[in-house]
């Protein structure tokens, strides 16, 4: 079964330093990846997906993620955050087995301080 | 010019009653989803409909009924509201046809408290 793992729930950061969001996978068969954005009471946004190809994927927003075979993860980063990246992320993966369908992770709330 | 609308915003009843959230979409996606949110931030998808067929059904007390009148609406009917309802409700749409990995665009959600 696929599943993910979002291993942070929350992640405090100040301005402009780095972040990263980690999310590890779990599955048998090919991978389609995905992160989301949900900003204060909003629906969720797409930053960024893995398909093939290319294993660093860059989205919008300024935020990329790698997509790494052999340690199953795909993790999110930022190189400088803001104070408008303050939302909730969630990493999700597509599942094709008897139905389509994104398996969200529970979501790791980024919180930037001044 | 709103892609994905949902109404109610809010929605705040008592247990026992039956309630309707609506969702519209005008992307012209052939594939609309409902997914619930509980209080810890999960998400978890419920239905999904590909022209206007069910082909998503999760583990949902048969009190929740979608409708899909045509390709643009996916409506939620609740039954018999109980507490354990109360969570957001997200609308999403999509285009299968190509390719089912493709982006799904979320309506802003329905926050639905059962008191």
């Known amino acids: 079964a696929q599943s993910v793992t979002q291993l942070d729930s929350q992640v405090p950061v100040f301005e402009e330093a780095p972040v990263e969001l980690r999310c590890n996978y779990s599955?048998?068969?090919?991978?389609?990846l995905f992160w989301y954005v949900q900003y204060p009471n909003q629906g969720l946004q797409l930053l960024l997906k893995?398909?093939?190809?290319?294993?660093l994927v860059k989205g919008i927003n300024g935020f990329e993620a790698e997509f790494n075979k052999s340690q199953t993860s795909f993790h999110l980063r930022k190189p400088s955050v803001h104070i408008s990246d303050t939302a909730e992320y969630f990493c999700?993966?597509?599942?094709?087995?008897?139905?389509?369908?994104?398996?969200f992770g529970t979501g790791t709330r980024l919180q930037v301080f001044p | 010019d709103t892609a994905v609308s949902q109404t109610p915003k809010y929605l705040v009843t008592q247990m026992g009653n039956d309630k309707s959230i609506k969702c519209e979409q005008n992307?012209?996606?052939?594939?609309m989803y409902w997914y619930k949110q509980d209080s810890k931030k999960f998400l978890k998808i419920m239905f999904s409909y590909n022209n206007k067929e069910l082909i998503i059904n999760e583990t949902v007390p048969n009190r929740f009924s979608p409708k899909s009148p045509d390709k643009a609406h996916l409506n939620l009917h609740i039954n018999s509201l109980e507490l354990g309802d109360s969570a957001v409700y997200f609308c999403?749409?999509?285009?299968?046809?190509?390719?089912?990995?493709?982006?799904?665009?979320f309506g802003p959600g329905t926050r639905l408290t059962v008191l």
């Open positions: 599955s048998s068969v090919s991978v389609y």
């Open positions: 893995y398909l093939s190809g290319s294993t």
């Open positions: 999403a749409s999509s285009h299968q046809d190509r390719g089912p990995y493709n982006e799904q665009f």
């Open positions: 992307l012209g996606h052939d594939t």
């Open positions: 999700a993966v597509f599942r094709s087995y008897n139905t389509d369908k994104l398996i």
